[in-house]
């Protein structure tokens, strides 16, 4: 693995995958706001050879203990946020990505505070610099990146397209832009989607965001 990808890891889930199976810690990050100053109780990361699954210390024995019983996370993982003393939260499986080579895709937005006036509403939590793309003559929002800065060695980009501009593969540009700026800091970016969201997989995919048969998976978000 990358050595970004691995210190990421280490720090945002507690460990590494294992080298097969499933490994589950007790980590303390579970306990403490994450990105957006909630609370991330269940995370956990699966490369094609194995996973690790990262849940609050005080649940860790419990969690381990039935997962050794069912071995089958598909079947267990959408009882473990009850497990850990979140029943109000459900199950989430993503297709995880990473890149160290963005595609070398034109730039299609502009860095600007996320505090900013014409920055729309759904970027401002993500705090920092967004990425915006604009129309040029009515100053219209198209698109934008936030990023998750989940620690010094990982931050996440999440992109959105307004219904009427998609198509013209603003979201691609914009991703890869993201990327690069990401690297430049010293930092892994990386992209979580939906399994059946297809148009996301091909945005990342052209933007150098290749599928090597990993996934994430944990408690969604609090609403």
Same mark, same amino acid.
């Not at 080298?19 to 990050?29: D, F, M, N, Q, Y």
């Not at 729309?120 to 967004?130: A, N, T």
């Given at each position: 693995?990358?050595?970004?990808?691995?210190?990421?890891?280490?720090?945002?889930?507690? $460990?590494?995958?294992?080298?097969?199976?499933?490994?589950?810690?007790?980590?303390?990050?579970? $306990?403490?706001?994450?990105?957006?100053?909630?609370?991330?109780?269940?995370?956990?990361?699966?490369?094609?050879?194995?996973?690790?699954?990262?849940?609050?210390?005080?649940?860790?024995?419990?969690?381990?203990?039935?997962?050794?019983?069912?071995? $089958?996370?598909?079947?267990?993982?959408?009882?473990?946020?009850?497990?850990?003393?979140?029943?109000?939260?459900?199950?989430?499986?993503?297709?995880?990505?990473?890149?160290?080579?963005?595609?070398?895709?034109?730039?299609?937005?502009?860095?600007?505070?996320?505090?900013?006036?014409?920055?729309?509403?759904?970027?401002?939590?993500?705090?920092?610099?967004?990425?915006?793309?604009?129309?040029?003559?009515?100053?219209?929002?198209?698109?934008?990146?936030?990023?998750?800065?989940? $620690?010094?060695?990982?931050?996440?980009?999440?992109?959105?397209?307004?219904?009427?501009?998609?198509?013209?593969?603003?979201?691609?540009?914009?991703?890869?832009?993201?990327?690069?700026?990401?690297?430049?800091?010293?930092?892994?970016?990386?992209?979580?989607?939906?399994?059946?969201?297809?148009?996301?997989?091909?945005?990342?995919?052209?933007?150098?965001?290749?599928?090597?048969?990993?996934?994430?998976?944990?408690?969604?978000?609090?609403?």
């Amino acid at each position: 693995m990358e050595r970004l990808l691995v210190e990421h890891l280490s720090r945002w889930l507690g $460990d590494r995958p294992a080298a097969t199976g499933l490994s589950i810690v007790g980590a303390p990050e579970r $306990d403490r706001p994450g990105w957006d100053g909630r609370i991330h109780p269940v995370l956990g990361v699966s490369s094609p050879e194995g996973g690790v699954l990262s849940v609050p210390p005080h649940a860790a024995a419990t969690v381990a203990e039935q997962y050794a019983k069912d071995r $089958d996370l598909a079947v267990l993982g959408p009882r473990i946020p009850t497990m850990v003393g979140f029943p109000e939260r459900g199950w989430f499986t993503a297709v995880y990505r990473w890149t160290t080579r963005p595609a070398p895709l034109p730039d299609a937005g502009t860095w600007v505070p996320a505090d900013a006036t014409e920055v729309p509403g759904w970027l401002r939590p993500f705090g920092g610099d967004v990425l915006v793309a604009t129309d040029a003559s009515t100053g219209e929002h198209l698109a934008g990146v936030g990023v998750k800065r989940h $620690d010094p060695y990982g931050h996440e980009l999440a992109v959105v397209t307004t219904p009427h501009a998609r198509g013209r593969g603003l979201a691609r540009r914009l991703v890869a832009q993201a990327a690069r700026r990401v690297l430049d800091e010293g930092v892994l970016p990386t992209y979580m989607h939906d399994p059946a969201n297809l148009a996301s997989a091909a945005v990342a995919e052209a933007a150098g965001f290749d599928d090597r048969g990993w996934h994430a998976f944990g408690a969604t978000e609090a609403r």
